[in-house]
């Protein structure tokens, strides 16, 4: 059976990971405060904090932002339920949107009709790894008209002045948006660094800070790692100096930190990550040029003249068919011993969300996207040959089902 994206798990990895765990730091330590320097020096963003996963380290963000009752975060109906969660959580109100017609990504339209003086936040989905347009959120969120109707609840909203627009990059770790890497298109941007994305820790995540420059990002890295901690004013490695065990809690965190055994991983997947997104490259061209030439084909977008994806999913539709061909299609691709999935089941379907008054019917470019998608093995190891049993189990399937 081709899985669908299984980790890259060799020597390299198994090595670093044995000695950390030699090494006698198998919480937060050396390693993973190098692994947050190697994410900022390679993203060029302003500062990095690792956690152990994307869902945590943004329900901190949301906190510290002041993000609870009252307020608004528009997010696309199109995405994984954490988006969603992890608002809900905060108290606030998740407030969907459709996605583009030409892509899988939050509509900008269907943002400027849904901001209110309660919108706090923007989370913007770069679904498959494929980024937003980030440079129209920006100029939306700064015209005259949404910064007038702003209304900030504390200090830092006052001080940034208008709506903070967030990147959910669970996926798009390494892509790129006019030469800038995701990282560093939003104000603040969440990595997931999950068993199955590009670049894994088996668990884990980063949030990355791009705030603007009266922003003290050295002082927000502190924040955080003290929030991260139960609030606690010192991790086990700093009190592991002489006579420095005395620590004060500042406020009652969270507890999300990554330990040194995740960060063993991510230094040695981040270290040769160019080497992986090109491999996923190669496997993206290799389904563009086996699908191109029938018409039942929709291919997806991954790369424009000023972004490039991190080929994180690829995400085939088959023009024309029901949901029920879809799961069809996709049921005769599992016969031939091929893994495929589905990105994502929208929001709305979800009965979380049902039961919150959501409804699929007012996102219909999400459903005409969502019932006639496919999502294909991409990973390291995924050889040509197995590439080629791919290509063959999906043009089988789609004959067998469609004719």
Same mark, same amino acid.
């Given at each position: 059976?081709?899985?669908?994206?299984?980790?890259?798990?060799?020597?390299? !990895?198994?090595?670093?990971?044995?000695?950390?765990?030699?090494?006698?730091?198998?919480?937060?330590?050396? +390693?993973?405060?190098?692994?947050?320097?190697?994410i900022?020096?390679?993203?060029?963003?302003?500062?990095?904090?690792?956690?152990?996963?994307?869902?945590?380290?943004?329900?901190?963000?949301?906190?510290?932002?002041?993000?609870?009752?009252?307020?608004?975060?528009?997010?696309?109906?199109?995405?994984?339920?954490?988006?969603?969660?992890?608002?809900?959580?905060?108290?606030?109100?998740? !407030?969907?949107?459709?996605?583009?017609?030409?892509?899988?990504?939050?509509?900008?339209?269907?943002?400027?009709?849904?901001?209110?003086?309660?919108?706090?936040?923007?989370?913007?989905?770069?679904? =498959?790894?494929?980024?937003?347009?980030?440079?129209?959120?920006?100029?939306?969120?700064?015209?005259?008209?949404?910064?007038?109707?702003?209304?900030?609840?504390?200090?830092?909203?006052q001080?940034?002045?208008?709506?903070?627009?967030?990147?959910?990059?669970?996926?798009?770790?390494?892509?790129?948006?006019?030469?800038?890497?995701?990282?560093?298109?939003?104000?603040?941007?969440?990595?997931?660094?999950?068993?199955?994305k590009?670049?894994?820790?088996?668990?884990?995540?980063?949030?990355?800070?791009?705030?603007?420059?009266?922003?003290?990002?050295?002082?927000?890295?502190?924040?955080?790692?003290?929030?991260?901690?139960?609030?606690?004013?010192?991790?086990?490695?700093?009190?592991?100096?002489?006579?420095?065990? +005395?620590?004060?809690?500042?406020?009652?965190?969270?507890?999300?930190?990554?330990?040194?055994?995740?960060? =063993?991983?991510?230094?040695?997947?981040?270290?040769?990550?160019?080497?992986?997104?090109? $491999?996923?490259?190669?496997?993206?061209?290799?389904?563009?040029?086996?699908?191109?030439?029938?018409?039942?084909?929709i291919?997806?977008?991954?790369?424009?003249?000023?972004?490039?994806?991190?080929?994180?999913?690829y995400?085939? +539709?088959?023009a024309?068919?029901?949901?029920?061909? $879809?799961?069809?299609?996709?049921?005769?691709?599992?016969?031939?011993?091929?893994s495929?999935n589905?990105?994502?089941?929208?929001?709305?379907?979800?009965?979380?969300?049902?039961?919150?008054?959501?409804?699929?019917?007012?996102?219909?470019?999400?459903?005409?996207?969502?019932?006639?998608?496919?999502?294909?093995?991409?990973?390291?190891?995924?050889?040509d040959?197995?590439?080629?049993?791919?290509?063959?189990?999906?043009?089988?399937? !789609?004959?067998?089902?469609?004719?």
């Open positions: 059976m081709i899985p669908f994206s299984p980790p890259r798990i060799d020597d390299a !990895v198994v090595n670093e990971v044995t000695a950390a765990l030699k090494s006698g730091w198998i919480t937060t330590g050396p +390693r993973t405060k190098t692994f947050e320097k190697e900022t020096e390679y993203c060029g963003c302003n500062a990095t904090v690792a956690v152990n996963s994307w869902t945590m380290g943004m329900q901190v963000l949301l906190h510290w932002w002041g993000i609870g009752p009252g307020d608004e975060v528009i997010l696309p109906a199109y995405t994984y339920c954490a988006s969603a969660n992890v608002i809900v959580h905060s108290g606030a109100k998740p !407030v969907m949107v459709d996605i583009n017609p030409e892509d899988f990504n939050i509509s900008v339209e269907a943002i400027q009709n849904a901001i209110t003086p309660n919108t706090k936040a923007i989370i913007a989905v770069d679904l =498959a790894g494929f980024p937003c347009d980030y440079d129209a959120i920006y100029h939306l969120i700064q015209k005259k008209e949404i910064v007038g109707q702003f209304s900030p609840k504390n200090d830092l909203q001080k940034l002045g208008r709506i903070l627009l967030i990147s959910d990059a669970a996926h798009s770790f390494g892509a790129l948006m006019n030469g800038v890497r995701s990282g560093s298109l939003a104000d603040i941007s969440t990595f997931s660094f999950h068993a199955v590009n670049l894994t820790t088996a668990e884990g995540g980063a949030i990355c800070f791009n705030l603007p420059q009266d922003f003290n990002s050295e002082e927000i890295y502190k924040e955080f790692c003290t929030k991260i901690l139960h609030g606690q004013n010192k991790d086990a490695l700093a009190k592991t100096q002489k006579g420095n065990w +005395r620590y004060d809690v500042e406020e009652p965190g969270f507890k999300c930190n990554m330990t040194d055994i995740q960060a =063993a991983i991510g230094l040695v997947e981040l270290r040769r990550y160019q080497e992986n997104l090109e $491999r996923r490259k190669q496997i993206f061209e290799a389904y563009d040029q086996a699908f191109s030439s029938f018409k039942w084909a291919l997806p977008l991954h790369t424009t003249e000023n972004k490039i994806s991190s080929y994180h999913l995400q085939l +539709r088959i024309g068919i029901t949901e029920q061909q $879809r799961d069809a299609v996709m049921q005769a691709i599992f016969d031939q011993d091929v495929v589905v990105h994502f089941l929208p929001l709305p379907t979800l009965t979380a969300y049902k039961k919150r008054g959501y409804k699929m019917e007012d996102y219909p470019e999400t459903w005409n996207k969502y019932q006639n998608e496919i999502s294909l093995p991409v990973y390291f190891d995924l050889n040959e197995l590439v080629n049993t791919v290509i063959d189990a999906v043009k089988n399937a !789609v004959k067998q089902v469609l004719g």
